[in-house]
């Protein structure tokens, strides 16, 4: 059974990069796409962005010009940097598998971490 | 980007109701329509896909409909497990979109 663990540091200061990684366990990371998605508190769910075994990436524009996803096959891993963060940035951050059947879904979710930007 | 809204942003129900829950996309979307319930502190899950798809392990109470630009969640008979917050999401293009969430409580 695939199973997806984010590990993050919790804590951010404003203008710094913040860095999260995925790790994927029980299953081959080169089959699908990867995903980022967050959620600040109280509010509701952004995509932002995916990667796929290829080392191919497609992001959220509103993000684009802080954001890199990237993965390693050899850790079974894909990982988030967000540059640049301010206090708006604060938010649970999900790792997602993409499924595909008639069209793509997110079929499967870490538990997120909570980052929070504060100095 | 394609804006997602979803109708009621709130709903109050009882245990056995039957309720619905509409998303609308801003442009047509065919069928690329998910829907997610996400309990407090807890990742969402996957409920439908392609608009009327049912997940496995969903409990068939839950079904979709829709196509298009309009889309309905409905609940036939409501559990004390169903009370949580639905969002829709759209894969026809990215940036990928959720509508902004409903939260079903009980009355």
């Known amino acids: 059974q695939v199973q997806l663990q984010e590990s993050g540091p919790g804590l951010v200061k404003p203008s710094e990069t913040l860095s999260i990684t995925c790790n994927v366990s029980g299953g081959s990371i080169s089959s699908t796409y990867w995903s980022w998605i967050r959620q600040p508190p109280g509010k509701g769910l952004e995509w932002i962005g995916y990667?796929?075994?290829?080392?191919?990436?497609k992001y959220n524009p509103a993000l684009k010009s802080r954001v890199a996803v990237s993965l390693d096959t050899s850790k079974s891993q894909f990982s988030l940097k967000l540059s640049s963060v301010t206090a708006a940035d604060t938010a649970v951050y999900y790792c997602v598998r993409e499924g595909y059947d008639r069209g793509a879904y997110f079929d499967l979710w870490g538990r997120g971490t909570l980052v929070t930007v504060s100095s | 980007d394609i804006p997602m809204t979803q109708s009621p942003s709130f709903l109050s129900a009882s245990v056995g109701d039957r309720v619905t829950i509409t998303c609308r996309a801003s442009q047509s979307i065919s069928r690329y329509l998910n829907w997610y319930q996400q309990k407090p502190g807890k990742a969402p899950d996957l409920l439908i896909y392609a608009a009327s798809r049912l997940q496995s392990g969903v409990p068939s109470r839950f079904s979709g409909r829709g196509s298009g630009t309009d889309f309905t969640l409905t609940i036939s008979s409501l559990q004390p497990e169903d009370f949580a917050t639905y969002y829709c999401?759209?894969?026809?293009?990215?940036?990928?979109?959720f509508g902004q969430g409903t939260k079903l409580e009980i009355k």
């Open positions: 999401q759209q894969s026809d293009q990215t940036p990928y979109t």
């Open positions: 990667t796929f075994y290829t080392g191919s990436t």
